[in-house]
Each structure stands twice: as C-alpha cells, then as structure tokens.
C-alpha cells in the first residue's frame, strides 16, 4: 500500500493539484478522485467537519493538507500523517504539520487526541475499516471522536484496486474500502465506537463517532 501511494500517478496529481486521477478495480470499474477540490481551500462541506473537531486533530491520511492547514490558520493543534511524500511536502508548505508515516505506525500523542479525521473516503485506508477504527482506539483520547466521510449510498466494500491516471500511468495494487452509514454502523461498533451524529453537506456525507461506554462493551 504504501508502494502505490508513493507511486508517480498519485504524485505528479498532486504535485500539479489537476487529475485525471482514479482508483481502478481489477474488473476495470474507476472511482474518481478529486484532485482539485483536495488541492483548494476547505469548501462548505468541509467546514462543517471542522466545526465539529474538538480538541488537538488528527487528520488520517491528509492528502495535500487543506485540513491541516485550515485549523493551523486557526491556531488549532493539528498533524497530519500521510504516507506519499508529495503530500507531506505540500502540507507543510501551507504551514501545517504533518508526518510521512502510516496510521498503523507508532504516531505523537497517542491516547491523547480529541479528533481524527478519516475524510475523503481514507475510511476505506487498508481495506479492513473495522481494523482501522481498532487502531485509532488506542490513538484517540477515551473522551475523543472519529469524523469520517461516507459513501452517500448504502455499500459495504472490500476490494484491491490501483491508482490510475487515466492515461496508462498505474501505481502498485492496494486494498480498499468503501462503506456507507449502515456498514459504518457496523463496522464502527465491533471496534468499540458508535456512530453518535450524522450529516450530508455539498452532496457528502459524514458521521461522527464516539468511544462505547465500558457499559456497553461489557454487554
């Protein structure tokens, strides 16, 4: 996974901030990536995730750093890990933190952030979302919060696909994921969270998720 990450579609997009950028499935189906919105200031939908952060934000996978850099400007305590090296670059460029490193890697401050984000379907980081949200239980504060971003329909996913740059440029195989509320809901409480808010803005949607109390574990 991180091979293909770093691999030259996904960098030269975000080097120049323009697609086309896809992930391709093996039977050859093509979800499009937003390359420009991801390299532009924080739209309206992204706003209202950052009116529901609290405390120091962790964001999963931050792609070029409009995030990072949006609560930075804010004098928020904000760090972004991403495993591309381009994206990295360009977050820091805007001001922000941000670390070449793997959520599944050791972080700073683990336990102790009150937000991570998993925007821009990074839900799907490592196709296995319950096992992702297993991992930011340890790196989320008991009192913290995971907002993720959602499929705007009802699917549940797992599949092996492929940067691709619609001009025969290919990165590495990887696996991802792909859920939307309903599979969330699931995924989220056989790893220790509940899905607490949801909302749609700009055609998005997301849901925000909270630890399950040491009563209901205990069922």
Do not use: K
């Not at 896809?22 to 979800?31: K, V």
């Not at 939908?45 to 529901?52: C, Q």
């Amino acid at each position: 996974m991180t091979t293909a990450w770093r691999a030259d579609p996904y960098a030269d997009a975000l080097r120049t901030g323009q697609g086309p950028l896809f992930l391709r499935r093996h039977d050859g189906w093509l979800l499009p990536l937003e390359v420009e919105r991801w390299c532009e200031a924080p739209d309206r939908a992204d706003r209202s995730v950052l009116g529901r952060c609290h405390g120091p934000v962790l964001d999963v996978g931050c792609g070029p750093g409009r995030l990072v850099a949006a609560l930075a400007a804010e004098g928020r305590r904000a760090l972004g890990v991403d495993i591309s090296p381009e994206a990295v670059a360009r977050t820091i460029g805007l001001g922000a933190t941000a670390l070449c490193r793997s959520v599944f890697d050791p972080l700073p401050g683990e336990g102790r952030w009150g937000t991570a984000l998993l925007i821009d379907g990074n839900i799907g980081i490592g196709g296995d979302p319950a096992a992702l949200l297993r991992r930011l239980v340890r790196v989320v504060s008991r009192s913290g919060r995971v907002i993720a971003e959602c499929v705007p329909v009802d699917v549940d996913e797992r599949c092996e696909v492929r940067v691709d740059d619609g001009r025969g440029g290919l990165g590495a195989p990887f696996r991802w994921a792909r859920v939307g509320i309903p599979a969330l809901t699931v995924h989220a409480a056989a790893a220790g969270w509940t899905v607490t808010e949801q909302w749609d803005s700009g055609g998005r949607r997301f849901a925000a998720l909270t630890r399950q109390s040491s009563a209901r574990r205990l069922r």
